[in-house]
């Protein structure tokens, strides 16, 4: 399968179980690996035939901006979601990490696989 990935997306948002993760944003990274949907992108050279990272980035953005999570376990698979149905992606790999929350620990977070439904 061939693989887009975005990898070191910082972006600001306001995520986490204590009431001051909920009042003052972090920053966090995303690594987002994104199964495309056919073959025909290598051999068309057609961004029809493919999915546009610079919309993927853009989206998510835009849902991070007005849509806020207690973990990151659901900002995760709230991106995947995304990914999945709005840009039709057969699989996605998505990294959520937050950086220099623990004194000595650079980067905690987790990471999701997901396949879209019907599809193996």
């Known amino acids: 399968m061939d693989v887009i990935f975005i990898e070191e997306f910082r972006i600001d948002t306001l995520v986490g179980v204590y009431e001051w993760e909920r009042k003052v944003p972090q920053t ?31 989206r998510i953005r835009e849902s991070l901006a007005v849509n806020h999570f207690l973990l990151l376990e659901r900002l995760a698979e709230h991106i995947a979601d995304i990914v999945l149905g709005e840009f039709g992606a057969p699989w996605v790999k998505v990294s959520v990490a937050k950086l220099n929350l623990i004194r000595g620990v650079a980067r905690l977070g987790v990471r999701i696989e997901r ?3 019907g599809r193996s």
């Open 115 to 117: 396949q879209a439904t």
């Open 28 to 58: 966090i990274q995303l690594d987002i690996h994104i199964g495309i949907p056919g073959p025909d992108a290598a051999s068309s050279d057609d961004l029809d035939d493919t999915i546009d990272y610079g919309e993927v980035v853009a």
